[in-house]
Antibody
Framework: EVQLVQSGGEVKKPGESLKISCKAS????????IGWVRQMPGKGLEWMGI????????RYSPSFQGRVTISADKSINTAYLQWSSLRASDTAMYYC??????????????WGQGILVTVSS | DIQMTQSPSSLSASVGDRVTITCQAS??????LNWYQQKPGKAPKLLIY???NLQTGVPSKFSGSGSGTDFTFTISSLQPEDFATYYC?????????FGGGTKVEIK
């Protein structure tokens, strides 16, 4: 059974750094893209980017490029999303999601439970 | 980026009703379209992939159709557990983009 278990909620101040995690099990972690989706309070879904743990190839949405870093450690089947300097506007629920790849096409098929990140002074 | 326009943004329906949601893409995306269900406080769940294929384990009351720029999602007979928000999502091009969502509420 595919499972993605995300780390617990976080409360941070503007300007602080943060790294959240997503541990995968039930499939070959190195051979599937895994990525992150943001959902701001009361809003819709925004795709942030994906990484291929096998070779660390990474693709970002232009909306998030330079603001976040996506990484993965295939030795412990874990993907990460990190910020170097948080803003209040980063307050949101963040979902990790395994992405099924069909050639050059990718889409999320299994999702983690979400991590609520709150940034407030 | 490919823009996905969903309508309506919300609807009220009764148990047993047939519900239809539409999704329009700003460019031709072939059949590279998925539908997700999200219940309050929960992660999205993939229901339909490739515009019309039912994900394993998803009840056949859910269906999807369309290609190119115009797509439709249907629930044949609404049940209490179907009250949720539904999103379309294109994967023809990166970045992946979602429609704004349709909240299905109890009448």
């Amino acid at each position: 059974e595919v499972q993605l278990v995300q780390s617990g909620g976080e409360v941070k101040k503007p300007g602080e750094s943060l790294k959240i995690s997503c541990k995968a099990s039930g499939y070959s972690f190195s051979n599937y893209w895994i990525g992150w989706v943001r959902q701001m309070p009361g809003k819709g879904l925004e795709w942030m980017g994906i990484i291929y743990p096998g070779d660390s190839d990474t693709r970002y949405s232009p909306s998030f490029q330079g603001r976040v870093t996506i990484s993965a450690d295939k030795s412990i089947n874990t993907a990460y999303l990190q910020w170097s300097s948080l803003r209040a506007s980063d307050t949101a629920m963040y979902y990790c999601a395994r992405h099924l790849a069909l050639g050059v096409f990718y889409y999320p098929d299994y999702w983690g439970q979400g991590i609520l990140v709150t940034v407030s002074s | 980026d490919i823009q996905m326009t969903q309508s309506p943004s919300s609807l009220s329906a009764s148990v047993g009703d047939r519900v239809t949601i539409t999704c329009q893409a700003s460019h031709d995306i072939g059949n590279f379209l998925n539908w997700y269900q999200q219940k309050p406080g929960k992660a999205p769940k993939l229901l339909i992939y490739d515009a019309s294929n039912l994900q394993t384990g998803v009840p056949s009351k859910f269906s999807g159709s369309g290609s190119g720029t115009d797509f439709t999602f249907t629930i044949s007979s609404l049940q209490p557990e179907d009250f949720a928000t539904y999103y379309c999502q294109q994967y023809d091009n990166l970045p992946l983009t979602f429609g704004g969502g349709t909240k299905v509420e109890i009448k």
